[in-house]
């Protein structure tokens, strides 16, 4: 078992995660002793290591996807008590993807021995896991029907569902990228994406302060 050192804030995010819901102070502090999990720091820009299953903290993390052209397009950023990289406790293959400190940040850290032995020895952290699946299978079962019908409507709906957030009371979205990095990242052509945000905007859908989109209800 380790000994790790957490704090109050630590501990906050961790609970709010799903990930642990239900557990009392005596189940969560033996989880965490478990060997394979640790907390470490990473300063603004430093990448992470992506072989493990993680919770952020504090700070942000970013997610970049290789694109095509060799280049790592901007996903999207994490923030604390998101839980990332959950396969990659059992998964071989080797990621696409990379993650990066987008702000200096804490992350929680959890190997695939963890992951193991918290599974093998049931309680919360069993059934939560569980959930915490099929609900990421409920959410690609619904991106792939949205995907299956080539339109770029669905899919910048899709995207503008699962990224938005509400700022000083106005939901709204901020585009990682460029139009074409964007289109390309959505698998549409630049063409297509213009005039559905041109159609969404003459609906009274959306407003657009450059990459800035507001969503109107």
């Given amino acids: 078992m380790t000994d ?4 109050a804030a630590d501990l906050k995010a961790i609970r709010s995660c799903p990930l642990f819901n ?3 102070d005596g189940e969560l502090a033996k989880l965490l002793s478990f060997e394979g999990c640790s907390i470490r720091d990473f300063s603004a820009g ?24 060799g280049r790592y397009l901007l996903m999207r950023e994490a923030r604390p008590s998101e839980a990332l990289n959950v396969s990659r406790a059992f998964a071989a293959e080797e990621d696409i993807s990379r993650l990066i400190a987008g702000k200096n940040c804490r992350v929680l850290f959890m190997d695939g021995s963890f992951v193991t032995a918290a599974l093998k020895r049931g309680g919360s952290f069993a059934v939560n896991f569980a959930e915490f699946l099929v609900g ?3 959410f690609l079962n619904k991106k792939i029907a949205s995907l299956a019908g080539y339109s770029a409507s669905s899919r910048l709906t899709m995207y503008i569902e699962d ?3 509400i700022q000083d009371g106005v939901m709204q979205l ?7 990095d964007f289109a390309e990242m959505l698998g549409v052509g630049r063409a297509s994406l213009y005039r559905t945000l041109d159609a969404m905007e003459a609906e009274g859908k959306i407003t657009r302060r450059g990459r800035n989109i507001i969503i109107k209800k």
């Fill in 174 to 180: 901020r585009l990682p990228c460029s139009l074409t």
């Fill in 136 to 138: 990421r299978v409920l």
């Fill in 163 to 165: 990224n938005a957030s």
């Fill in 4 to 7: 790790i050192k957490i704090s």
């Fill in 22 to 24: 239900g557990m009392d």
């Fill in 46 to 69: 430093k990448m992470l290591p992506a072989d493990c299953m993680l919770v952020v903290l504090s700070g942000s993390v970013t997610i970049e996807k290789l694109a095509s052209d």
